[in-house]
């Protein structure tokens, strides 16, 4: 495998706007949502599973390889794991075991994105 791009400039704006969407995720999940704007029973699952698989996709950019990705994996499971526990504690959410299974079914399918050419995004060439 070809290294990872040397421009430290890119891999900065890279992972600023990979922080920004996991910011992103963490403020959705914790804001009050009114429950009409799920559009059906378990719906909410799909958007669980979207993006952790998004967030997990781009960051394996940053981890070519398979120890690095099974940190940036680990990392999201742990992040949804955090959310659920936070969403407890709070009187507006609820904490669900199935929203975490989402987070991490979709980390896991973002990862097995990334294992074609789509992995390779910030690779020189």
Known sequence: MTPIARDSRLRLAWR??????????????????????????????????????LLAAWFAQLHPDLPGRARVFGALVLLGAGVELAQGLVPWRDMELADLAADAIGAGLGLLLTLGPGGRLLVNR
């Open 16 to 53: 600023f706007a990979g922080w920004a969407g996991v910011a992103f995720v963490v403020v959705l999940s914790m804001a009050p949502v009114p429950p009409e704007t799920v559009a059906a029973a378990g719906g909410d699952k799909l958007l669980h599973a979207l993006g952790y698989g």
